[in-house]
């Protein structure tokens, strides 16, 4: 059965903290999403991995960085955290292209992080 | 530019009702797929369609169906006789291409649909 996993469904920290968000998949994708949830806003995205050590920006990566050393695991950092990224924190993965349809993109449960 | 659109906020219908929950996109690609996917209380996405634009057909699953009208650039999602358990978030989305192939997904704003019972 495929899973995604977050380290945390709920955070809380202080405004200036250094954050680590984390992300597990156990379907060997290639791809890894961080996305960020918020009233109104939908889903949008901070960056994405197609594969080890590779790393792309998203449409909203200030204030973000990302690491991604093993193929399973992708990880979120706020290198200071300030009270507008207090949101949901979403994760996915999917399987990289094949020249055909598009891998449907499976995600976590979340990670509620307010910043106060 | 790539972008959907979720018009309605908010949905609340009664228990055995049929509800249509809205999507319309935008892009320029001749070639596209469009997503649905639910977001139960527990906060996890749920995939439920995957939709290409050169298919004719529409879709049914059970009490899902839905409705993609190329000429309006909508893809709208109905439920036929909800249940409390369709109660979720649920979010339209439009996929375009990253670098070396990576697939994003643009999602609309959602629309929160409550069945009461």
């Known amino acids: 059965d495929v899973k995604v996993t977050q380290s945390s469904r709920y955070l809380v920290k202080r405004t200036g903290e250094k954050v680590f968000l984390e992300c597990v998949q156990d379907m060997d994708h290639e791809n890894m999403f961080w996305y960020r949830q918020d009233p109104g806003l939908g889903l949008r995205l901070i960056y994405f991995s197609y594969d080890v050590k590779m790393k792309e920006k998203g449409d909203i990566p200030e204030g973000y960085s990302v690491s991604r050393e093993k193929k399973e695991r992708f990880s979120l950092i706020l290198e200071s955290a300030s009270t507008n990224q207090t949101s949901m924190y979403l994760c996915?993965?999917?399987?990289?292209?094949?020249?055909?349809?598009?891998?449907?993109?499976?995600f976590g449960p979340g990670t509620r992080l307010t910043v106060t | 530019a790539q972008k959907v659109t979720q018009a309605q906020t908010e949905i609340s219908v009664v228990e055995k009702e049929d509800v249509t929950l809205d999507c319309v996109y935008e892009t320029r690609d001749t070639t596209y797929y469009l997503f649905w996917y639910k977001q139960p209380p527990s906060g996890e996405l749920v995939f439920l369609i995957r939709r290409n634009s050169f298919a004719e057909q529409n879709e049914l699953s059970g009490r899902y169906s839905w409705n993609f009208q190329k000429s309006t650039s909508s893809f709208n999602f109905t439920i036929t006789a909800s249940q409390v358990v369709d109660s979720a978030v649920y979010f339209c989305?439009?996929?375009?291409?990253?670098?070396?192939?990576?697939?994003?997904?643009?999602f609309g704003q959602g629309t929160r649909l409550t069945i009461n019972p």
């Open positions: 989305a439009l996929r375009t291409i990253l670098i070396q192939g990576a697939q994003k997904l643009v």
């Open positions: 996915a993965s999917s399987l990289g292209a094949s020249g055909g349809a598009p891998h449907e993109q499976y």
